[in-house]
Structures are given as C-alpha cells and as structure tokens.
C-alpha cells in the first residue's frame, strides 16, 4: 500500500513540475508601487465591496498602477495571510476593507514597516497604518428623510450587521432622519450578526415585514433585504452602491460611497514621497459618500427636503447630532446646544439608540 | 442494472496505473475549467507550486497549513482503526481551542512553558472529553456514533460564538463580537521561523506509529476494530480501550485546536477551525490510517490549499472558482480509490466473466 501511494506522490510531483517549467512565477518589480485590497465580501456583491472594487478600478485607471485583491476574507486569522500573500505578490500598499481586520491589518503593519497599511472603518493607527471611513450618518440621515415620508405604517424595518459604532450611528442618524419629517415613526432594528450573508440578511428583513414594516433600510452588504420587501409590496432602500436594478419595485435611493477620488489621492501621495499616516473621514463635502439619486418609488415631496438639508450639510451648517437628544429611556444623552463630534459618533460610547428606535444593543446587556 | 462488487483481484502495477489515469484527468479536465476562466492552466499548476514551494513565505505558509491537519488525522486514525466513525473533529478542536483559551485567558501571567504546558492539557482534556459522550453512549445505549459525532460539531460550534458574542467578548473591541488576544506567554514560540507546531506533529507522527503498531494497547486497539468479539474471547477489557483510544482520538484533536488557537488565531473564535476537522478527515482515509502515508497526504493537501491561495492573489481567479478547482482534483483523486476498491459492471455481464477478462 505504502510503495502505491508514493508511487501516486511522484505521479503529482512528475506533473507538477512539468508545469512548473512552463509556468510563471510572480516577480516583485523595483520600486513601485503596486496596491492591494483585502475585501469581505466578492466583488460582485452588489454592495459594500463592489463599491471598494469600483474604488479600486478607478485607481487601476487614473494612476495605471497594478492592483491586485483577495476577495471574501474572513475577519480572523484568514485576512493576516490574504495580507500576506499579497505583500508576498509584491503589494506595498494595502487597503484592508472590513472592521473585523483592524488588529490583523495592525499587526502586518507591525511586521512590515515598508508597507503603507490603510484600514477602512475602524480607530487604529501606526507609523504606516492609516484608518479611513467617512461621515456616513450625513446620507443616512437623508435616507431617513425619504423612509419618514414614504412609511404609511409607521413602522421601518431595519436590518444590521454588529452591534458596533459604525452601526449604531448610522441607525440613530436614520431615525433622527425619519423624525424629522415624520415624529409617529419608530425604526425596528433586526440583527443579523454578519456583513454580508444573503440568506440571514433576508430572513431578518422578512421578519421585520412581518412585523408590520413597510419600508427596509440595511446595514448590509447584499441586496437581499432590498429584493424581500419588493416581495411583500413593500419599499427599500440600498446602502454602499445605487442598486436600482436589483428590485426596481421597491428601491427609492441608498446612502452611497465613493471610494475612487480618495484612493486615487492617497497612492499618489505615496509615489510621491509624501504617505504620512493619517485618520480620513470625509463627507458630502468631499464626495467620498453621498445619497443615491432618488427614483420614481421615493415620495414626491423628498426630494426638496433631502435637497434642502443636503445643501447645509455641503455648507457645514448641519450637525445631525446635534442636542437636545434622548436615547430610549427619555435620558438626556446630548444637551440642547451641544452636538457630537465624528470622534464621538465613532467612539465607544455610541452604545445608545435614540428615542424611536424599537431593538436593543446586546452587547450591553 | 449496475451493480458494484468489491475487487478482489487488482496487482499493484494496476492501481498505480488507475491512481496516474485519475490525477492526469483531475488535471486535465481541471485545465478545461482554467481554460474557460482564461487562463493558461500549464501557468496556473506552475503558480500553485511557485506559491507553495516557490519561496520561503510560500513554503512556510504550506507547512503551517500541514501541521494541525496532520495532528488532527493522526487523532481521527486511532478512531478509525478501532472502526469508531469519529466525525467530531471539528468540534473537538473547537472544544481544545475552548479549553486551551480558557486557560490563556485566565492565567495569563503564568510562566510561558507552564501556562503553554496547561493550555495543552486544557486542549487535550477538552477534546478528548467532547470525544468521549458519543463513545459513552455508544457503549450503553448502541447510538449511532457517525450521526452523534458530527451533531456534537454544531454544539460545539455554537458554544463558541456563545462566548464570542457572550460572555467572553472584549470589553475593548467597541462592541465587534471578538474574544480578546491571548497574552505573548500563551503564543507557542517560534523554531527555524514556524512555530513549534511542526515539531510537535512531526513527533506525534513517530509517537502514534509506535504507539499503534509496537505497544499492547496499540495493538488491542487494532483487534477491536477488527472484531469486538475476538477482542472480548482474548480477554481483553473492551470497553477500558475504547474509552482510552477515543479520549486519545479526541485529545489529538483538542491539541490541534490549541496549537491553532495559540499559534495562529492568537485567540479563540468561530474561525480557529477553518473546517481542518473535515478535511482531516479525507487526509486520514487517503492516509489509510498509517502514521507516515498521513503526513505526506496532509502534505500534499496543504500543498493545493496553499497553491489554490496563490493562484487567486497571482491571476486574480475568483476566490470560488480556486475551490471548484481543488474540489474537481480531489473528486477524481477520491473517486480513483473507489474504482480501485471496487469494480463496476452490468447486470448482463456476469462477474464471473468479468473476472475472467481480467480487468
């Protein structure tokens, strides 16, 4: 039996290795630079990390530097050796898109001093780690504007990812959105424990239909909570990417992002010499997130509303933090006059739903 | 009418050649694949080994691929030999992962070889515990113990993403459902640049080979799985050894989890496994129970894991065509054994004349 199986071995070996002459092997080439992403999710999922491959497609065209990715990575230990292989491939930029890689992303960093890290939506940095994201609540209080108008039920489903900051801001930002023009509304909040998982996100979203909602709005990657309210008649709305042509029906706009110009900044920053690490959270302002245009599903009346707030968010002179705000219990969490700050919007203490979500936070129970 | 009838009759020269017809056909038909994806299938074989054997990174990352599925293997083939269907693996390393965790988590500050020591037996006794109920109620009640040990997966799968979203999750994580990093004590040290994980298996692998074929309690397992009754009329204490050689299954399994969740997660989560337990066991069967061939196998797996890693980062190659593609070679890999153990044939044809043309 032992002489067969070695005999098996060599057989794969002889084959192999037949390849191998012909076969290529990847060359680090000199001094330039050559980028690589690390995504969560395929780049086709309609979402979150298409809108980072769009991102890096914009990159691969205006700089016409290499680029190269590892898609669906998990957030363990699997996204350190996604990070490696790519450095292994002659990457020296590295953009790592999902929260969970922080402390991967922050410990490759470590190990190699002579890549420029960049880590999307978490709070570290290094020497050559930089953290970027963006003032998402701006759109997603817009997004709250046309949910308030369109919810005949007064009820808006909700399906989210982690109980995290990044999270729970954009929910807080949406119902305050939602009050804004509409006080009777309450925002049901469904978890689903993953970024993007078609399946649970679908079933959370049908859960929250059932419960009487009538409009769904996701912290999610996949489109599936946007095609299960067009399944009930119901109306939804996207996040990450325009998404209009996964359920015509049902979609009226998305908070969206655009990851582009900003990529494109950044590695010509370090081909110039000039990479300092940095924590970059643009907004409206900048164009690196905005709202999706509205389709023909959203309310006639949104539109002048989202343009009005829209254009002093573009001004700075809105803050959508801003005091008197109540969390759930009636408590007073932000004082008349006073607003947060991003750092406060993505901090640790954003473990609070305002008054009108209807979900708990349990992580803190 | 197809009937299948064990084969009785193949020389070795004939299942070498069938084990050469279904790798050449694995990689052919798996280059028509990389043919339509577009690429040259002579460059992406070529890749997978540059990626695995190609440098030193590469090579590393394949032996650190090697080390817990060999661990686990040798746990699964004491099992096996004694023909106990120990599907449980995944969740014994799950459960040696808890264990060990359980104990780097507590006692950080302990001295590093006595807190990696107790992390071990953490490992081992948690393993070998979660191994041990389908084996007690085998023994009592007669269940099923494929069907118990793989249910026991999920249970243990579970308990962990308990503790991850629960009662373990890190205070400073902001909320991410993550179980806070091991200490540096609780982190196995590095020799030669990969950790010791290496020489553990590598040890275990002569251990277990000795264990199995050179001591009295190796060989009784042997006879057990041979026949309970004979083992029973020798006066052997059945049930004694069975108890033993799966808290041992078990406990190798548990070991593997705590040398994943030491040297490579650094923490315990739902990902400490990455699915080492199932795949272990196809390197056990192809390994057919013996210490050595189980290495090599784990070897030449983890060779095409890490291969298939390289080729997606190198050609870009979606991350789900990379599995079709280790999928289509092990298909006809494990599809040989079938055609090599048994024989095909029509009801028309008789067995006996099959036998005659000597196929």
Redesign the interface.
Known sequence: MTKKVIALVLVVMMAFSLALMTGCSAGTSGSKVKVGFVFIGPVKDGGWTEAHANGMNYLKEQLKVETMHREMVPEGPESKKAIKELINAGCNVIFTTSFGYMDPTLEMAKENPNVKFYHCSGFKTADNMSNYFGRMHEPRYLSGIVAGLKTKSNKIGYVAAYEIPEVISGINAFTLGVQSVNPNAVVKVRWSHTWIDSAKEKDAAVALLDDGCDVISQHNDSTSPQIAAQERGAFALGYNLDSRNAAPKAYMTAPIWNWGPYYVNEVKSIMEGKFKASAYHGGIKEGILDLAPLTDVAPAEAKAKVEEVRKKMVEGSFEVFKGPLQDQTGTVKVPEGKFLTYEEIFGTDMNWFVKGVEGKIEAQK | MIRIAKRTDLT?LQ??KM??AA??LA?LTAGIFILVLGHN??????????GAF??L??FK?TILLTIPLVITSLGISIAFKMKFWNIGAEGQIFMGAFGASFVALNFPHLPKPLLLLLMAVGGILCGGIWALVPAFFKAQFGTNETLFTLMMNYIALKWVTYLQ?GPW?DPQA?????IA?FGENAILPKFLGIHIGWIIALVLVFAINLFIHHTKKGYEISVIGESENTARYAGMDVKKIIVLAILLSGGLCGLAGMVQASA???TL????S?GIGFTAIITTW???L?S??IL??SF?FAVMIQGG??I???F?I???AASVLQGMILFFVLGSEFFIQYKVFFRNQSASELTKEGI
């Open positions: 070795k299942s070498i084990r050469i790798v050449l990689l299938p002579l460059s992406v074989y070529g890749a997978m080994l540059v190609g440098n990174y590469g990352e979203y999750r902001n909320g991410f459902p993550k990093d490579i997660s650094k989560s739902v990902d400490v990455g192809l390994g057919q013996s050595p061939l090599l196998v030449l890693a390289y997606q980062t190198v870009q979606p991350q789900a």
